[in-house]
């Protein structure tokens, strides 16, 4: 991985890293247009509107766009997250004028035709009903509710069905207009064509796209939900649960330590105490993890298993003891040792495909954590040591202050 | 989608007929020791790693009836340790030493794999030898690990509508082919086996005559295979394992089946016998199957979910690469409100069409420009490319990936039709319909 980075005169940041072994180029692009711009009225209008992007524009029908994609075996996707929209892109070599002038051209001149959003909003309205039948994620937007409540980052992506119905074309082309400017955005480009080049090709597909409001730069406070216990009802032969409260935002300095401290508690998979305690010696669940979800302005720390009914209760008692655990005693030199050994030495890992070279970029320039990073991470990894692990283990994990959702069959948990 | 993959992580692998190009397939390097256990080498140096993985020659195919989930069950005791290292320390260690590892077991093999770098892939090939030949399969970790395979069960396929319908309609698509178990195994099944079901199946199955070994990445040929020698050469050979050969008498006339369960949305399921890459005819399956629902602007895709809206995406699967033949799928989620019946109906005027009139030339070329672009794509990772190489060595041979982009170059609009109406036939045909039903 050779990064460079660029600003285009447009003011969108390019980043590259030429790898020539594959015909083939992954562009990730970020933009600043995420669920936290929008209303709660209008939860969803982000979503939407990236969705959309892909369905029309001045230039070509929805049709046209499929068509031409899969004509060259391209993929473009568009997404949204609460704070940013994505478009992704694979193309190949041979295919990259076409794939990058098809790029530009969703990015800069959707139309919104009625009827693409008409289709787009009965889609999303399905996903909606859809998700409610895979526990997992029941459980994960009761919990977001639950920790952020009357904020953005408490609402799901999608809205709710009754939101998504009131959003009108004007209500997209005006968010459109809005966020979605040059200054605004990160690219990432990877594979066979060199910095020149893309850099070239980027400033003529895109030499219209003016500059818009910039991103803010102010953090947005949150506020935290009260530690309680959300029950939600269902037909199922397990319990699916989250355990969670507020966590860090990417750029906190204790980040590191706490990401040594997560892999001793729930990170580090077979390595980890809630693997063995809840998984290896009492057979109580197939899947147990915990994390730190550390985005742009908030974050959270979250407990994630599923276990039958009747052991529900069972494993969140142990859970808890875990956390409790990590606050009361320092870890051992060997728990700190094989941490920071498999932070250090699968960090190559995350950028080992030209697709996750683009993602990571894009991530890293994001977070600003600067194109060094990947030289800075080992070091950073290393200065942390077990009274670090501790004070952080102190310092953000609260037991008493834990959101527990649980998603299952409630009579079966409550007989036990 | 029948073969449910049971994994000790959360890993599901599909591979369905995508292979490395022509020139890949002849930088592939292939030594046997003398014990049987064949090398697979394919030195790769544009990603900083090295994967390392164990096929062995057996899954759910190889069990009997009343003892479903057993190779699975024997992939989770395999972590529990040997002599020389003890239980979990197996993942520990690759951990420790900056590697990802995994598992997974399908109805035809059982794979181990990890991936770490250059200098540290040895240690991995230690452990593998260790554990091929002398897994303890300790009694004292049986009954938790029991607990931990049926909490996958649940996780997996009974909360899982979709899951569970596809695991109602294989068992009667196939009426007599192992393929018709579930990996993961009926959870009565699970409830019963025994550790002498896992230790005689292990003496069986896992030899170096009945494995073979697949290594992709930033490695020499000549500095790895000495140590690859150096750790399996001393495991002695086993008796040949007994093959299952069981034949699918052919199916002739549709099969239903319903699945009431707790869910939001209707689910279709269609499943047509059809044959695997041994026939001539699974090149022209393949791009059928993109014909009609590999993007947006695939026909069924394009009929389905954009002009009509019945439902929110449709997918169409050519089960290519695998040891018997299993058959071709189509799967759609239907809208809310939309009745399954009408579904039905408009997928079988589909293709009908198909049947009836040529796809158009630019259709033909446009599939075949997806299939050649992904196995591009494909080359992007290591672990891609290692697990293409194990699933054509265990259906037939590596080697057969030489002919896939030729074959599927030479297919005609006439060979669509043809195959389309060979086996996209009603009575070879198994319907599942999923209705939801809602709680108290």
Redesign the interface.
């Known amino acids: 991985m050779t990064p460079k980075r660029t600003v285009l005169s447009n003011g969108m940041v390019l980043l590259t890293s030429e ?1 020539r ?4 180029v ?1 562009i990730e692009l970020l933009m600043d247009a995420g669920s936290v711009h929008e209303s709660a009225p209008q939860a969803g209008l982000a979503n939407l509107t990236a969705r959309l992007l892909t369905y029309g524009t001045k230039r070509r029908s ?2 046209q766009i ?2 031409t ?6 993929s473009l996707e568009a997404a949204c997250g609460q704070d940013t929209a994505s478009l992704s892109m ?1 193309v ?1 070599k041979k295919d990259l004028a076409t794939g990058l002038e098809l790029l530009a051209d969703v990015l800069t001149q959707p139309t919104f035709p009625q009827a693409e959003i008409d ?1 787009q909003k ?2 999303i ?3 909606i ?2 998700t ?2 895979n ?1 997992g994620a029941v459980a994960g937007k009761a919990f977001a509710a639950a920790i952020f409540p009357q904020s953005p980052y408490g609402r799901p992506v999608e809205g709710t069905e009754a939101t998504v119905k009131t959003l009108r074309q004007k209500n997209l082309q005006d968010f459109f207009a809005r966020y979605y400017r040059p200054n605004r955005a990160i690219i990432a480009v990877v594979g066979d064509v060199s910095e020149q080049e893309i850099a070239s090709l980027l400033n003529t597909a895109l030499r219209s796209w003016a500059k818009g409001e910039p991103s803010a730069v102010t953090t947005v406070p949150v506020k935290i939900g009260p530690a309680k216990l959300v029950r939600v ?6 319990a699916n649960i989250v355990m969670g409260q507020s966590g860090v935002a990417r750029d906190n300095p204790d980040y590191y330590a706490i990401q040594v401290m997560n892999y001793v508690l729930g990170g ?4 980890s105490r809630a693997m ?1 305690s809840i ?9 147990v993890y915990s994390f730190f979800a550390a985005e742009k302005n908030h974050g959270t720390f979250e407990f994630v298993m ?3 009914n009747e052991s529900a209760l069972e494993a969140i008692r142990i859970a808890n003891d875990e956390i409790r655990r990590m606050r009361e005693e320092p870890v051992s030199e060997q728990e700190l ?2 941490a920071k ?2 932070l ?6 995350r950028f ?4 996750k070279v683009a993602s990571f970029l894009a991530q890293v320039e994001y977070f600003k954590l600067g194109l060094d990073y990947p030289d800075r991470y080992a070091d950073l990894v290393r200065n942390v040591n077990r009274q670090e692990v501790l004070r952080v283990a102190k310092q953000y994990l609260h037991p008493e202050t834990l959101i527990t959702v649980i998603v299952g069959n409630l009579k079966k948990i409550a007989e036990k | 989608m029948f073969w449910q993959p049971g994994v000790r ?2 890993l599901t692998i599909f591979f369905f007929g995508v292979a490395l190009s022509n020139l890949h397939a002849a930088q592939v390097q292939e030594f046997v020791l003398d014990n049987g256990l064949k090398v697979l080498l394919l030195e790769d140096h ?4 090295v994967t390392f993985q164990v096929w062995y020659r057996v899954g759910g195919r190889n069990e009997k009836d009343g003892k479903s989930g057993l190779a699975h069950f024997l992939e989770h005791m395999m ?1 529990k340790g040997t002599p020389n290292t003890g ?2 320390e197996y ?2 260690i690759i ?6 590892s995994n598992a997974f077991t399908s109805s035809d093999m059982t794979v181990y794999f990890a ?1 770490m ?1 250059r200098e ?1 892939i040895g240690i991995d090939l230690d452990l593998e030898a260790d554990r091929m030949a002398n897994a303890l399969l300790g009694e004292q ?1 049986f ?10 069960r ?2 997996r396929t ?2 899982n ?1 979709g899951s569970a319908l596809s695991e109602v309609a294989g068992a009667v698509a196939f009426m007599v082919h192992p393929y018709r178990r579930p990996v993961v195994g009926w959870m009565e099944d699970i409830e019963k086996l025994t550790r002498q079901d896992l230790v005689d199946f292990y003496k069986l199955y896992y030899a170096p005559n009945n494995a073979f070994v697949v290594i992709v990445g930033d490695f020499s040929t000549d500095e790895i295979l000495p140590k690859i020698r150096n750790a399996f050469e001393k495991i002695a050979r086993d008796a040949d394992a007994p093959k299952v050969s069981v034949q699918e008498p052919e199916q002739q006339g549709e099969r239903r089946v319903i699945l009431k369960k ?4 209707p689910f279709l399921l269609m499943f047509y016998h059809a044959p695997n890459l041994q026939s001539a005819d699974s090149f022209a399956l393949d791009v059928l199957s993109v014909v009609l629902a ?5 026909r069924l895709y ?1 009929e389905l979910v ?1 002009e009509k ?1 019945l439902v ?1 995406g449709v997918d169409a699967d050519y089960s290519r690469v695998s040891v018997d033949p299993m058959g071709f799928s189509i799967t759609a ?1 239907l ?2 409100g939309i009745q399954p019946a009408n579904v039905e109906r408009e997928i079988y005027g589909s293709l009908e069409k198909i049947k009836s009139e040529l796809i158009t030339e ?1 259709e033909l ?2 599939a075949k ?6 196995f ?2 494909d ?4 672990f891609g490319q290692a697990m293409k190489l194990g699933y054509y060595e265990i259906t037939g041979g590596w080697r057969q990936l030489d002919a896939y982009l030729d074959g599927i170059r030479k297919v005609t609009r006439e060979d669509i039709r043809r195959v389309a109406r060979q086996y996209l036939d009603g009575d070879r045909r198994t319907v599942g319909t999923l209705i ?1 039903t809602k ?1 108290q």
């Open positions: 790898q072994t594959l015909p083939m992954s929805a049709l499929n068509e994609l899969d004509f060259i075996g391209a694979t190949l289709r009965q889609a309205i399905a996903t009903r859809a409610e039948e526990p009802n269902k037909e199922l032969t397990q580090g998979g077979f390595s063995d998984r290896n010696e009492r057979g109580l669940a197939y899947s599923q276990t039958k040792n094989d050994d498999y250090i030495g699968s960090f190559p890992l080992d495909t030209n697709r | 992580c959360v544009k990603s900083p790693a972590f239980p979990e993942s520990r951990a420790k030493n900056g590697g990802r991936t770098s540290k970790y009954e938790p690990e029991k607990k931990v395979i049926q909490e996958e649940r996780l009974d909360d509508p707790e869910a939001e949305l590999g993007g947006r602007s695939a394009h954009y809206r929110r989620q809208l809310p630019r070329q446009k420009n997806q299939i050649e672009a992904a591009i794509f080359q992007d990772s290591i939801p709680q």
